[in-house]
């Protein structure tokens, strides 16, 4: 039985795909945004016990080495988190695929179906193909928020057992990719296409930012690239507004949110390509 490391549970949920829907957030990622609005999630809790001295409700305790922690006593504030020398969340749960569809079931017959996102879901591969699985077994549709650094292509399981894949195109250019993750972005534009070719690209996602990286050239590749499957298929386009809201110093001091007139112009050139919807936030 694979168990995962779960940073949260949204019971209800409108934003994480189509319809209402259970998201689950696991903890963990190979990228290290610059502009990452949650990067509590992306490293994991090493048990060294600090940050408990800073939490007032007894939500965690430190036991022969290993943290724990009682969401029933959290206030979620925040405090173990800001005195993390690693900026990483305590606040998590190793959950069976089982543990989660128990959570899940709680909120049907109101949820459409569930979408699991990150960190970076796609790390815990085995856990996640079980949990879709037993989601399928309930008649539920299932998505997946992927940042595109998983070799879809070579995993027919997972594909199978997921309706479709939000996925995130940070930037086209692969040294500004790199610049931006800490990664460079060769599987992410390869998952572009072959999602597309097999029809489960279900939205493709880029942040804007008013400077230092190049939105407009990312739409067009993306356009370019998903040509001759956009006649076809309703591919949609969603241009978020980079907002500094949780993100990390010094980029939270260093990145500019973009104009609503560029967020505009953005979604006509979207519009342009092809792109039949097209969603800015």
Request: glycine letters at 6%; aromatic letters at 6%; one cysteine or more.
């Amino acid at each position: 039985m694979k168990k995962a490391l779960v940073n949260k549970i949204i019971p209800f949920s409108c934003v994480d795909g189509p319809g209402n829907r259970t998201a689950v957030f696991l903890q963990g990622c190979n990228f290290s945004c610059q502009y990452c609005h949650n990067p509590e999630t992306i490293t994991v809790c090493e048990n060294c016990g600090e940050c408990v001295a800073y939490c007032k409700t007894g939500a965690l305790t430190f036991t022969a080495g290993k943290m724990s922690y009682d969401s029933s006593r959290c206030v979620l504030c925040d405090a173990c988190i800001r005195h993390c020398r690693k900026l990483s969340s305590p606040r998590t749960e190793l959950l069976s695929a089982q543990e989660t569809m128990e959570r899940v079931r709680r909120n049907m017959p109101y949820i459409r179906g569930i979408t699991v996102s990150g960190g970076e879901c796609t790390r815990q591969a085995e856990y996640l193909k079980e949990l879709l699985r037993l989601a399928k077994a309930e008649g539920l549709h299932t998505l997946l928020d992927s940042n595109g650094s998983y070799a879809f292509r070579e995993d027919e399981e997972l594909l199978d057992l997921c309706d479709g894949v939000m996925l995130d195109v940070k930037e086209a250019d692969v040294q500004l990719h790199k610049e931006l993750t800490g990664c460079d972005n060769q599987q992410v534009l390869d998952n572009l296409v072959f999602l597309a070719e097999k029809k489960k690209l279900h939205e493709v996602r880029t942040v804007v930012m008013a400077e230092h990286f190049r939105a407009e050239n990312t739409i067009l590749c993306t356009g370019k690239l998903l040509k001759s499957y956009l006649s076809e298929q309703n591919i949609r386009y969603k241009i978020i507004k980079y907002r500094s809201v949780g993100v990390r110093e010094p980029y939270r001091s260093r990145l500019v949110p973009p104009s609503d007139e560029m967020l505009e112009r953005l979604g006509k050139l979207a519009e342009d390509i092809g792109f039949k919807e097209i969603i800015i936030i």
